[in-house]
């Protein structure tokens, strides 16, 4: 499984883009990058999956440079809402073995 | 509609006395998981099932036990609980392979504490 390198926590204000970039250096051909998001005392809520390139939802972007060894989940104008900690996750989704291994994640802290 | 179900959402246990904790999915996905997190650390994957097929970490401890009786349940037993197994456990589902939105779905979690 692919290791993942997140900062350990992000801060910023009410209505900034953030971007939190995680590194997997030695992630494999067919691993796909996924970020969740975790609220206190709730499981982790998924947000984003990709393989390369650039990949939107209704919540936030995710972008892959062509090696694919980093990833940037991008927060569009954040909220206080938005304050939690932040997961990247690097596994294949094509075998029967589907161990989902979180990293340690990065906090983020949404300040008025 | 809750579509991960964890039962209870808060357990208190004595030292060393078996405890199980229970997880249903209304979602029919493949895959089940179990997870434990600590205050201030990420998810640890115990142990996964793809269908009938149990998948354990070879870190998970043997007192760390699971069972999958069909599709919709999964149940976590902990043979002696010990003071450092208090903790949130997790459980999880996720659609097999070669299905579309493999996302992981999870339930709210049962709080153990150990006394």
């Known amino acids: 499984l692919a290791k993942t390198t997140q900062p350990i926590s992000m801060d910023s204000y009410e209505g900034q883009e953030v971007n939190i970039t995680c590194s997997h250096n030695?992630?494999?051909?067919?691993?796909?990058i996924t970020w969740y998001q975790q609220f206190p005392s709730q499981g982790p809520r998924f947000i984003i999956q990709?393989?390369?390139t650039k990949v939107t939802n209704e919540v936030a972007s995710l972008f892959i440079p062509a090696d694919r060894k980093s990833s940037t989940l991008s927060l569009p104008r954040v909220s206080l809402s938005d304050t939690a900690v932040y997961y990247c996750?690097?596994?294949?989704?094509?075998?029967?073995?589907?161990?989902?291994?979180f990293g340690s994640g990065t906090r983020l802290q949404v300040q008025p | 509609d809750a579509m991960v179900i964890q039962n209870p959402r808060y357990q208190v246990t004595q030292f060393g006395k078996p405890v199980t904790l229970s997880c249903s999915q209304t979602?029919?996905?493949?895959?089940m998981y179990w997870y434990q997190q600590k205050s201030s650390q990420a998810p640890k994957l115990l142990f996964h099932?793809?269908?009938?097929?149990?998948?354990n970490e070879a870190d998970t401890p043997d007192n760390f036990q699971s069972r999958r009786p069909n599709t919709s349940f999964c149940f976590l037993d902990i043979r002696s609980p010990g003071l450092g197994d208090a903790a949130m456990y997790l459980c999880?589902?996720?659609?097999?392979?070669?299905?579309?939105?493999?996302?992981?779905?999870f339930g709210q979690g049962t709080r153990l504490t150990v006394v």
């Open positions: 999880a589902t996720s659609r097999g392979v070669g299905q579309q939105n493999t996302e992981a779905f």
């Open positions: 030695n992630i494999a051909t067919n691993d796909y």
């Open positions: 990709g393989y390369k």
């Open positions: 996750l690097v596994g294949r989704l094509d075998t029967g073995r589907r161990a989902l291994t």
């Open positions: 979602l029919n996905h493949n895959v």
């Open positions: 099932y793809y269908d009938k097929d149990f998948n």
